[in-house]
């Protein structure tokens, strides 16, 4: 059986024999088990992130980025072995996994640009003869702990920038596909980093306790569920470490009377059971208001059947199974309680079987409509691939139910009128808003993150809010005096 193990100062190794098995979601089949680090095995992270990082913090930006730069050529040249690792552990289509490591990619060229995005401020004759200047400078071992959704993708989010920024960085990837953060860590090796700046600790809860309450770790980036989230945030300041936590989400689209329909409903099917749904930018909430309601669902349903659900092996499938039996059951429970609670179901995706993958983890694309406010299935997160239409009015009550729901993390509105378009975009309680677009991630240069339930802490992450979070201010005040001898002064300076 393959055993992925931990990455640390450059090598793959484990004192643990503490392992987890890792499922084909598309068999259900065991094909590797992951080290659980042991505090041994932490010990020896923290030894070489701490050894390498004073070096790494002094060597030049621009040298950074030169090995950077080199890391982004490594990432084009191995693209494909990346995105199928992510396949293979995770279930989701090549193409998605691809497209996920490219958006990952993205930041690694963010970084490249460390040079600049340091540069610091400078203010000549704050006082006579007085000049004041503002450096960032980085905060030491950070360390990131990161969901089984984009095995690549989030962790990019965070490591290549921390590492441009001169700090080192421990990653605790998902330990249901690991493989891919291993991969990535050689490669970086590869590019010319030193040894220790980036290693991987493999496990789960146990792990990230440790990174918690480490004296060596001065920041946690989180990106999971928002119970998790709650959790790493508030142990996070308990133990004196920044921190920026990114939970769950609830995204809604709103389709307005005007919108064109047809582009709503591909916006929809996308972003809704794209991925199997096991996106936090996922589409599970489709606002229908006024009368296009009925259109609207009929839409969905036909377009919905047309999906091909199969294996990541299959070039022309569109979304393959979710991540464990576990999840399948949850989410089949999930519509269970939706049919309960009295939505209407249109398509049902339980039970659904593939022939020759029996024992896949695969739900069909599912269908509700007239979902309300009160229902399980509208207030939770399902993480599947399962779209409820909600019925409202008209705009205001659209916007209500967007800026009423616990979660923030993105939203969109359908529409061809401007003025709803530029209300929405200022009056909705969400982090992230698109206007005719389902999935409106932020770029790289751009930063990433919810509101409410769905982003604890102060920074989003990548761009410039990440360059801010992994690196502390230090302003300088400095006055050469040649032979003005004044005596003490026991007033505050003013100018
Ligand atoms: P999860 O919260 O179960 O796990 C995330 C990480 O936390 C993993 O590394 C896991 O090992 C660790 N973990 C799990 N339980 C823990 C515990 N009790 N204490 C400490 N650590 C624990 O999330 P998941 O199932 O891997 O990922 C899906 C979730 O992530 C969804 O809720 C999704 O919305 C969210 N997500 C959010 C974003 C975002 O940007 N807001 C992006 C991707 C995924």
Same mark, same amino acid.
């Given at each position: 059986m393959k #055993?992925?193990? *931990?990455y640390i100062?450059?090598?793959?190794v484990s004192?643990s024999?503490k392992?987890?098995?890792?499922?084909d979601p598309?068999?259900g089949?065991?094909i590797?088990?992951?080290t659980?680090?042991s505090?041994?095995?932490? @010990?020896?992270a923290?030894?070489?992130?701490?050894?390498? +990082?004073?070096?790494?913090?002094n060597t030049?930006p621009l040298? #950074?980025?030169r090995?950077?730069?080199?890391?982004?050529?490594?990432?084009?040249?191995n693209?494909?072995e990346?995105?199928?690792?992510v396949?293979?552990e995770h279930?989701?289509?090549?193409?998605?996994?691809k497209g996920?490591? /490219?958006r990952?990619?993205?930041?690694?060229?963010?970084?490249c640009?460390?040079?600049?995005?340091?540069?610091?401020e400078f203010?000549?004759?704050?006082?006579t003869?007085?000049d004041?200047?503002?450096? #960032?400078q980085?905060?030491?071992i950070c360390?990131?702990i990161t969901p089984f959704?984009?095995?690549?993708?989030?962790?990019?989010?965070m490591?290549?920038?921390?590492?441009?920024c001169g700090?080192?960085?421990i990653?605790?990837?998902? =330990?249901k @596909?690991?493989?891919?953060s291993?991969?990535?860590a050689e490669?970086?090796?590869?590019?010319g980093?030193?040894?220790?700046v980036?290693n991987?600790?493999?496990g789960?809860?146990?792990?990230?306790d440790?990174?918690l309450?480490s004296n060596?770790?001065?920041?946690?980036s989180?990106?999971?569920?928002?119970?998790?989230?709650?959790?790493i945030?508030? +142990?996070?300041?308990?133990? $004196?470490?920044?921190?920026?936590?990114?939970?769950?989400?609830k995204?809604?689209l709103?389709?307005?009377?005007d919108?064109?329909l047809?582009?709503?409903?591909?916006?929809?099917i996308?972003?809704?059971y794209?991925?199997?749904?096991?996106r936090?930018?996922a589409?599970?909430?489709?606002?229908?208001?006024?009368?296009?309601?009925?259109e609207?669902v009929?839409k969905?349903?036909v377009?919905?059947?047309?999906?091909?659900?199969a294996?990541w092996?299959d070039p022309?499938?569109?979304?393959?199974p979710?991540?464990?039996?576990l &999840?399948?059951?949850?989410?089949e *429970?999930?519509?269970s309680?939706g049919v309960?609670?009295?939505?209407?179901?249109v398509e049902?995706?339980?039970n659904?079987?593939?022939?020759?993958?029996?024992?896949?983890?695969?739900? $069909?694309?599912?269908l509700?409509?007239k979902?309300?406010?009160?229902?399980t299935i509208?207030?939770?997160?399902? !993480?599947?691939?399962v779209?409820?239409?909600?019925?409202a009015? *008209?705009?205001?009550?659209?916007?209500?139910?967007? *800026?009423? &729901?616990d979660?923030?993390?993105?939203?969109?509105?359908?529409?061809?009128?401007? %003025?709803?378009?530029? &209300?929405?975009?200022?009056?909705?309680?969400?982090?992230?808003?698109?206007?005719?677009?389902?999935i409106?991630?932020p770029?790289a240069?751009h930063?990433f993150?919810?509101?409410? +339930?769905?982003?604890?802490?102060?920074?989003?992450v990548h761009?410039m %809010?990440?360059v801010?979070f992994?690196?502390?201010l230090?302003?300088v005040?400095? #006055?050469?005096p040649?032979s003005?001898?004044?005596?003490? =002064? !026991?007033?505050?300076? /003013?100018?």
């Amino acid at each position: 059986m393959k #055993r992925i193990d *931990n990455y640390i100062n450059g090598s793959n190794v484990s004192i643990s024999n503490k392992t987890l098995p890792i499922d084909d979601p598309s068999t259900g089949e065991t094909i590797a088990e992951v080290t659980i680090a042991s505090k041994e095995d932490f @010990d020896e992270a923290i030894k070489s992130s701490k050894a390498s +990082q004073l070096n790494w913090a002094n060597t030049t930006p621009l040298k #950074r980025s030169r090995i950077l730069s080199n890391y982004k050529n490594l990432i084009e040249k191995n693209m494909d072995e990346l995105a199928s690792l992510v396949s293979k552990e995770h279930g989701k289509t090549l193409d998605d996994a691809k497209g996920s490591v /490219t958006r990952g990619l993205e930041v690694v060229e963010f970084a490249c640009g460390i040079p600049h995005l340091l540069k610091g401020e400078f203010s000549q004759n704050v006082g006579t003869n007085i000049d004041s200047w503002s450096i #960032r400078q980085p905060l030491g071992i950070c360390a990131g702990i990161t969901p089984f959704n984009f095995p690549a993708m989030v962790p990019m989010w965070m490591y290549p920038l921390s590492i441009a920024c001169g700090n080192s960085f421990i990653l605790k990837p998902s =330990e249901k @596909d690991p493989s891919c953060s291993i991969k990535l860590a050689e490669l970086f090796t590869e590019a010319g980093l030193p040894n220790g700046v980036f290693n991987v600790l493999q496990g789960d809860k146990d792990v990230v306790d440790l990174i918690l309450q480490s004296n060596d770790i001065s920041s946690v980036s989180f990106v999971g569920s928002t119970p998790v989230a709650r959790y790493i945030y508030q +142990q996070s300041s308990i133990y $004196g470490k920044r921190v920026q936590a990114l939970g769950g989400a609830k995204n809604h689209l709103v389709v307005m009377p005007d919108a064109n329909l047809d582009q709503a409903v591909d916006g929809i099917i996308g972003a809704g059971y794209g991925s199997a749904g096991e996106r936090c930018m996922a589409v599970s909430v489709a606002v229908a208001v006024g009368d296009i309601a009925d259109e609207l669902v009929e839409k969905i349903h036909v377009e919905s059947q047309k999906l091909k659900v199969a294996p990541w092996t299959d070039p022309d499938s569109d979304m393959g199974p979710v991540i464990s039996k576990l &999840h399948k059951e949850k989410i089949e *429970n999930y519509i269970s309680i939706g049919v309960k609670e009295g939505a209407k179901l249109v398509e049902d995706g339980r039970n659904y079987k593939i022939q020759g993958y029996e024992n896949g983890y695969f739900v $069909g694309p599912t269908l509700f409509d007239k979902v309300t406010k009160d229902m399980t299935i509208y207030k939770e997160e399902i !993480f599947g691939p399962v779209v409820s239409v909600v019925r409202a009015k *008209n705009y205001d009550e659209a916007l209500n139910l967007v *800026n009423d &729901h616990d979660f923030g993390n993105g939203t969109s509105v359908y529409t061809s009128d401007g %003025e709803i378009a530029r &209300h929405f975009t200022t009056n909705s309680k969400i982090g992230m808003v698109g206007v005719n677009v389902p999935i409106p991630v932020p770029m790289a240069f751009h930063s990433f993150g919810g509101w409410k +339930q769905s982003l604890f802490g102060d920074h989003s992450v990548h761009g410039m %809010e990440g360059v801010h979070f992994y690196t502390k201010l230090k302003t300088v005040t400095s #006055r050469w005096p040649k032979s003005i001898q004044s005596g003490p =002064e !026991f007033v505050l300076p /003013t100018n």
